[in-house]
């Protein structure tokens, strides 16, 4: 990772952005630009901003901070694949942000300028690649062809927080010549001062600007195209992270040391055990009597008796929320039966005490964000908690916090990496450990039957549990019975088109323990190719229609996987009558070390009237999940030669005689 760091003093005031940014006035183009046939940052590029520029300011109102930041971007198009891509801009924003003063015109080869009308401007909800839904004002960009010039500005504003941690992005998913960012420090902090961090790159030093700007940029930045399974963008894009702290330089060892202390006392209180706890802890064990059954019963009495409250499912609207009283300890958590995420994790390291256990808050970063570097003395990334329980000498790390996340699990995104053991005199980072594959597992079976014409039908069980339960259960627990059929429907027509799915049944939806399951009937017409007597057909049920994991035959970034996970296949197919196989014959197996593991078995029942199919695959072995790009080709050929073996056709022959076992 590389890392550069700059300091700015902080005197300025905060002011409202001034009239004349927000002027209706454009900046002149360069005569060169307009008759500008090639690229300059990437050669083969569709299109290239020549600039894009970003100011940022923040207001007081007396109640809260609101951010403004005002974009500027100009752009180049050469290609008519570029046209296609520009020609309809999507400006993304959440919650109770707003995006407004959209501004946008072309300038077309021959100097002709055509505006953006203010009634072309709507509102949309657009899906992103992770499948998340999001609002955006999204607008078509007039006249725009190979050759034209595009240009449009907006403000987005940001309530609620002042402008401080905040991510400047550098990279867009086009080649930008000049990159540049204008930024008034808050005012008020006199012992603090504005700092930035920059990641994967290195911008220009702040320089002082009219009306209390400081600016920085970066040139001929390349365009960030993602890849399938890589690392966090933000572990791999070029960003800077502005925050405020003192002006001294601060020693990572020892800030951790005195964060760790400083949290321990800060949580002290709220661990209190007095006689109502104890008494609790000893009549939740029952007659539990090894640490880890007892541990498993305080455990799982947090996470499904106590209501956590900040749970987007606990069924509390925000209004109740807000009315909650506030748990001054683990005593009225347990009266009340609910608190907060930090409530839940006190009650349950309270009791864990009273139990005779040592118990500390732990503080975590999320590796999906990206990966924790310690020699950044600052707590910013280490937002996750959980709890940390000493069994047989070790540390153990609990979040009873969380609905869906089974016993002896973490959250995928703190699992693997560094968390921070409180205590009153000696902290310590401690590695998390990493689930093992059989604990995500995807177990599927299919009872079908097979026509003479290639329709298949039949019922259809799958079964979730570890990361993958907790991420199904997360995606569908707000959804309505409808919604989660739909959601099923989709995924399987996505890779069988002609599917009919019918009698569908979604089982342990909000279920705190048990795993999530999918029921289904399911009719596929033209699941078998019929060529004359011969009937060709996958035997891999649950992997027709699976693109490649990995097209791209070269790779930039580090292949990252989430966490490690199994998938179990029991797939029984019955067999139209009159066809028997024809040179039977079975993809076995293959071994990538403790990485994976793939085996593949094909019988027949000794009537020949029904095949029998098992698929049994697993990765991430030994808790290896990333990979660098010079091993992504043995990577990759692994995975070829998985789908290769899933993509197993066999041949049913009609009036053939039967081959018996």
Not at 346 to 370: E, I, K, V
Not at 513 to 519: D, G, L, M, Q, T
Request: glycine residues 6%.
């Amino acid at each position: 990772m590389k890392i550069c760091r700059c300091t700015v003093s902080l005197f300025l005031l905060v002011t409202v952005l001034s009239l004349s940014a927000l002027a209706d006035d454009w900046k002149p183009v360069d005569p060169a630009i307009l008759r500008m046939k090639q690229p300059l940052v990437e050669k083969d590029a569709d299109a290239e901003a020549i600039f894009w520029e970003i100011k940022i300011h923040d207001q007081w109102d007396g109640y809260e901070f609101t951010t403004f930041y005002t974009h500027y971007l100009r752009i180049k198009v050469f290609t008519e694949h570029g046209k296609e891509r520009l020609s309809t801009v999507d400006l993304p924003y959440f919650g109770k942000n707003a995006i407004d003063n959209i501004s946008g015109r072309t300038i077309r080869p021959d100097e002709s300028i055509v505006q953006l009308k203010k009634d072309a401007v709507f509102d949309r909800a657009i899906v992103r690649a992770s499948g998340l839904k999001v609002k955006a004002k999204s607008f078509a960009m007039p006249a725009v062809e190979p050759g034209a010039i595009i240009e449009y500005r907006w403000r987005e504003i940001q309530r609620g927080h002042p402008a401080s941690y905040i991510r400047l992005q550098f990279q867009r998913d086009f080649p930008v010549q000049q990159v540049k960012y204008f930024i008034k420090p808050l005012e008020g902090l006199t012992s603090l001062t504005m700092k930035s961090i920059c990641f994967h790159g290195k911008p220009t030093p702040f320089m002082r600007e009219p009306e209390g700007y400081y600016s920085t940029g970066m040139t001929n930045m390349p365009a960030f195209r993602e890849e399938p399974s890589m690392p966090p963008v933000n572990q791999v894009r070029t960003w800077m992270l502005v925050y405020y702290a003192e002006d001294k330089k601060a020693d990572p060892e020892k800030f951790w040391k005195d964060l760790g202390k400083k949290m321990y006392e800060e949580a002290k209180s709220g661990m209190k055990v007095n006689d109502e706890v104890r008494q609790a802890a000893a009549n939740i064990m029952g007659d539990a009597s090894a640490p880890e059954a007892k541990l498993e019963r305080l455990f799982e009495f947090c996470r499904t008796k106590i209501k956590n409250v900040n749970d987007d499912a606990s069924g509390l609207t925000a209004e109740e929320r807000r009315k909650l009283k506030e748990n001054r300890s683990p005593t009225d958590t347990l009266k009340r039966g609910m608190g907060n995420g930090r409530d839940v994790h006190l009650l349950f390291a309270a009791l864990a005490t009273a139990a005779g256990f040592d118990a500390r808050p732990a503080r975590l970063s999320d590796r999906s964000d990206t990966f924790f570097d310690p020699s950044f003395a600052d707590d910013y990334f280490l937002i996750a908690r959980n709890v940390a329980v000493k069994v047989s000498g070790e540390w153990r790390f609990f979040d009873p916090a969380l609905p869906f996340v089974p016993y002896g699990m973490l959250r995928w995104q703190e699992e693997g990496i560094a968390a921070l053991v409180t205590d009153p005199k000696d902290p310590v980072f401690v590695q998390t450990p990493m689930s093992p594959a059989a604990k995500s597992a995807e177990r599927r079976t299919a009872t079908l039957k097979l026509s003479e014409e290639g329709t298949l039908e039949g019922d259809v069980r799958v079964e979730y549990t570890g990361h993958l339960a907790a991420y199904h259960k997360e995606y569908n627990d707000e959804d309505s019975l409808t919604q989660r059929e739909e959601t099923l429907k989709e995924r399987v027509k996505g890779r069988m088109s002609t599917a009919e799915l019918s009698n569908i049944q979604v089982e342990n939806v909000t279920d705190r323990i048990k795993p999530f399951v999918y029921f289904y009937h399911i009719r596929v017409p033209g699941y078998a190719q019929r060529t004359g007597k011969r009937l060709f057909f996958q035997p891999a049920f649950f992997q027709t229609g699976v693109s490649p994991r990995f097209a791209a035959s070269t790779r930039k970034f580090p292949v990252y996987f989430h966490y490690p996970w199994s998938e179990e296949d029991s797939v029984t197919v019955d067999l139209p009558a009159g066809f028997a196989l024809e040179s039977p014959d079975s993809p076995g197996t293959l071994n990538a070390g403790a990485v994976s593991q793939y085996d593949v078995r094909i019988s027949i029942t000794s009537d020949g009237r029904q095949l029998i199919y098992r698929r049994k695959f697993s990765f991430g072995g030994s808790g290896v999940i990333l990979f660098t790009p010079e091993q992504y080709g043995p990577l990759k050929a692994m995975f070829d030669a998985v789908h290769k073996s899933d993509s197993h056709t066999l041949t049913l022959k009609q009036d053939a005689a039967v081959n018996r076992n």
